[in-house]
């Protein structure tokens, strides 16, 4: 079994797991096509200000990554599916961890919800509050920029491993953002 090891700032190793690649079920291409709402308190916002944080988020890292030379990821449903998830999760339950609070983990995440991949990573941020109006952009920014700041988030976003993303986002009842990443092959 091939390992791959990312170390986040919180202490956390993250390790690939091996098995056979069969494929996303759904892809789509990365435009950069957005239209900004505002943001409602709580987690009460549209589904399509979600979309749009989400989408931002990954045109944004293939902009770090495209500065660098990198292929372009290609955004995946089932990926947002994973990533998002585990955002609302967070959010939902007010906590901040790369384990969710019934012991899942990126690749037992994976898994459940039908991901077939030969290696994956996962980033998650958590930023705010912001304020009530808030833009999708200003949003999807700070998440992006808190994972650019840190050696091993940024390691995962310009690793050459990857071939494919998936992003998740919610708000808590504060407006405070929780962001995921996951990476896979």
Known sequence: MKKLIYICVFG????SCKKEFVGPEVEFPIDTAYHNSPVNSGNTQSL???????????????EVRSALGRDTLIQTIIGDSIASSHSMDMADNNYFSHTGQNGSTPWSRAFDLGLSFSGLGENIAKRGPYPIGSEAELVASGLV?????SPGHYSNMISTDWKYIGVGFAFDSDNVAYGTQIFYY
């Open 145 to 149: 920029g808190v994972w650019v700041n």
């Open 12 to 15: 956390l190793a993250l390790a």
């Open 48 to 62: 399509s200000f979600n979309s749009q944080v989400e989408r931002l988020i990954a045109i944004k890292t293939n």
